[in-house]
């Protein structure tokens, strides 16, 4: 080897280490600092294509729970309209209390963070209960610019790499349909009254 292509090759080197090593400094003075750092690309957790399909659904009001979406089984809990007479009755589900909603995320692995983080961005009117409309607009932030959001982020990390999920860093249908069902059929539960 020449010695302008090893001197070539060392300087290369060197600007790559300092480019490096100014990349990690900056990481760790950004993590000290209370600005909120943008997530790590290789980090950001994606819906696959029906998922999404299935999130902007519920940004319009349904609710997929157990039946077919492509390969993956899914229904729809509609909203009444078109729905019909059964699915609406459906979909007059009870809220959720707070604490039966964190039970739900604990079954799916949530850490006590997330769960009060993730029961926080659902209950919108914080009145201490989810709906069913305030869970399918907390689904629907999964989806365009605010898919990239700490919320949605927190929920579809807890999506694929929970209970249901296989931590590839894409939600599938599957996985969040399993999330839904469980809302479903815990909204549907009877409540105890005084």
Same mark, same amino acid.
């Given at each position: 080897?020449? #010695?302008?292509?090893?001197?070539?090759?060392?300087?290369?080197?060197? +600007?790559f280490?300092?480019?490096?090593?100014? $990349? %990690?400094? &900056?990481?760790?003075?950004r993590?000290?600092?209370? &600005?909120?750092?943008? #997530?790590?690309?290789?980090? @950001?957790?994606?819906l696959?294509?029906?998922?999404?399909?299935l !999130?902007?659904?519920?940004? /319009?009001?349904?609710l997929?729970?157990?039946?077919?979406?492509?390969?993956?089984?899914?229904? +729809?809990?509609? &909203?009444?309209? =078109?729905?019909?007479?059964?699915?609406?009755?459906?979909? !007059?589900?009870?809220?959720? #209390?707070?604490?039966?909603?964190?039970?739900?995320?604990?079954?799916?692995?949530?850490?006590?963070?997330? $769960?009060e /983080?993730?029961? =926080?961005?659902?209950?919108?009117? $914080?009145?201490?209960? @989810?709906?069913?409309?305030?869970? +399918? *607009?907390?689904?629907? /932030?999964?989806?365009?610019?605010?898919?990239?959001?700490?919320?949605?982020?927190?929920?579809l990390?807890?999506?694929?790499?929970?209970? %249901?999920?296989?931590?590839?860093?894409?939600?599938?249908?599957?996985?969040?349909?399993? +999330?839904?069902? %469980?809302?479903? *059929?815990?909204?549907?539960?009877?409540?105890?009254?005084?």
């Amino acid at each position: 080897m020449s #010695p302008i292509v090893s001197g070539l090759a060392s300087v290369a080197s060197m +600007l790559f280490n300092a480019a490096s090593s100014s $990349k %990690a400094s &900056a990481g760790t003075a950004r993590q000290g600092s209370d &600005a909120p750092s943008a #997530p790590d690309p290789s980090a @950001i957790v994606t819906l696959s294509q029906d998922a999404g399909g299935l !999130a902007r659904l519920a940004g /319009q009001g349904v609710l997929a729970s157990s039946g077919t979406v492509g390969q993956t089984r899914v229904g +729809l809990l509609g &909203a009444g309209g =078109a729905a019909g007479g059964a699915l609406q009755a459906l979909s !007059a589900n009870k809220p959720v #209390p707070k604490e039966d909603f964190q039970a739900l995320l604990t079954r799916f692995g949530a850490t006590d963070a997330q $769960k009060e /983080q993730l029961t =926080a961005g659902f209950d919108a009117d $914080k009145d201490g209960t @989810i709906t069913r409309d305030e869970f +399918l *607009q907390g689904l629907a /932030q999964t989806t365009g610019p605010q898919g990239g959001g700490e919320f949605a982020q927190s929920l579809l990390r807890l999506v694929d790499r929970g209970a %249901a999920g296989n931590g590839d860093g894409t939600v599938g249908a599957g996985e969040l349909s399993a +999330l839904t069902t %469980a809302f479903a *059929q815990l909204s549907q539960r009877p409540r105890n009254t005084l």
